[in-house]
């Protein structure tokens, strides 16, 4: 019996060491998971990045008629044009809008607006890109939503893709010469026009032979009316434009080199 306390007392020691023992085991468990998991974690990060890259790799697409893009969220919003805006002479007669290429009869066309004006379109959608025309003495802007501009070289646009095109007056002398600024580009005036088209399932059949795909069109001007030869019931002249110029194989959009 005289052992019996001493039993206790060694007994008790032993219980700790063990229930210490345990929580050193368990915690070194706990961390080795904990480690695995960050591990595993930073794997799966790396491996994303390394597919974003591959999928997306930096730098600018540029194909034969494409839109220049690397991802839709990447692009700079529309109102970001890489051209100068001057005011246009207040003497100077007011700037009329693009004529489309005349057509002897009446051709078939949407009697209805099915397309219509993107409101905020500057803000909201990405610039594709500007191109200037000496035909015409233009500068024109492109600009698509988030469906468009997201779209990769070589694919072809999924319904809701809109794209914008805007027209300005290019700046000129008193003797009608184009002026540029000192990157030798053109230098924007007035905005003369806002021609906008959009594909949806169904879209373009009331074109007929001239259907250019899926795609239907409009055009107003920059108070948002109707310009007179791009109304409803008038833009057979961009579809068949779209068709014979773009072609099936652009999925009837103008790209740019």
Not at 91 to 100: G, S, V
Not at 102 to 131: C, H, M, T, W
Not at 238 to 248: P, T
Request: net charge positive; charged share 20%; hydrophobic share 35%.
């Amino acid at each position: 019996m005289r052992y019996l306390p001493m039993i206790k007392y060694i007994l008790k020691r032993w219980v700790k060491i063990l229930v210490l023992l345990s929580a050193l085991l368990l915690g070194f468990a706990l961390a080795e998971m904990l480690s695995m998991t960050i591990s595993l974690s930073t794997s799966i990060s790396v491996a994303q990045r390394q597919y974003s890259t591959r999928s997306h790799p930096p730098g600018v697409y540029v194909q034969v008629g494409r839109p220049a893009h690397t991802t839709g969220s990447t692009l700079p919003p529309c109102s970001a044009i890489p051209r100068l805006l001057q005011a246009s002479n207040p003497k100077a007669a007011a700037p009329l809008p693009p004529t489309l290429p005349g057509i002897s009869s009446p051709r078939p066309a949407p009697q209805i607006d099915r397309v219509g004006f993107p409101e905020n379109y500057r803000n909201e959608f990405k610039l594709i890109y500007v191109v200037d025309r000496p035909d015409n003495k233009q500068v024109r802007v492109i600009c698509g939503n988030d469906i468009a501009a997201a779209v990769k070289p070589g694919k072809t646009f999924p319904y809701g893709s809109v794209f914008v095109m805007e027209i300005y007056n290019a700046k000129q002398d008193a003797n009608g010469n184009i002026l540029k600024d000192e990157k030798g580009q053109y230098i924007r005036e007035a905005l003369t026009a806002i021609f906008v088209h959009r594909k949806e399932q169904g879209f373009g059949a009331d074109y007929l032979d001239d259907r250019s795909g899926e795609w239907e069109y409009i055009g107003y001007r920059p108070d948002k009316t109707y310009l007179p030869n791009a109304a409803p019931g008038k833009t057979n002249a961009c579809a068949s434009c779209h068709l014979r110029q773009a072609g099936k194989s652009e999925d009837y959009v103008f790209r740019k080199e």
